[in-house]
Structures are given as C-alpha cells and as structure tokens.
C-alpha cells in the first residue's frame, strides 16, 4: 500500500509531465537569421543571433501577448 512519499512522488511526476506537455514549443528560424532582429544570422540551435535577441524578443512577448 503507498504512502504519503509515494503520492507526493506521483503527483510531481504528473505535475512536471502535465508542464512539459503544455510548454511552448521552442522558436525557429525559417531562414537562418534570426526571428528578432532578422539582421544576424542565429546561433547553433537557436532562433536568435544572441541571448540578448532572445531576452527582448521574450519580453515584448511577455508584454504584448
């Protein structure tokens, strides 16, 4: 019979599970520059020239929907 350890370890299983399925799916760049600024060519693995691109390009995002 589980205990209240195993109910707490399945409910952050289902809890990180349910966080991951609905996350955003990460930004890419169609054409190799970057989704932003459109000046600079992205980073491997990135949709951004730099992290600073990808901070502001965030933050307009968390600002305006």
Excluded at 9 to 14: I, Q
Excluded at 32 to 46: A, K, L
Aim: aromatic share 6%; net charge negative.
């Amino acid at each position: 019979m589980p205990d209240i350890a195993d109910d707490a370890n399945d409910l952050t299983a289902l809890q990180i599970n349910t966080a991951l399925a609905n996350r955003e799916p990460p930004a890419k760049s169609l054409t190799g520059f970057c989704i932003w600024c459109r000046e600079e060519p992205v980073t491997e693995n990135s949709a951004y020239c730099s992290k600073e691109c990808g901070d502001d390009h965030a933050q307009y995002k968390r600002k305006n929907g």
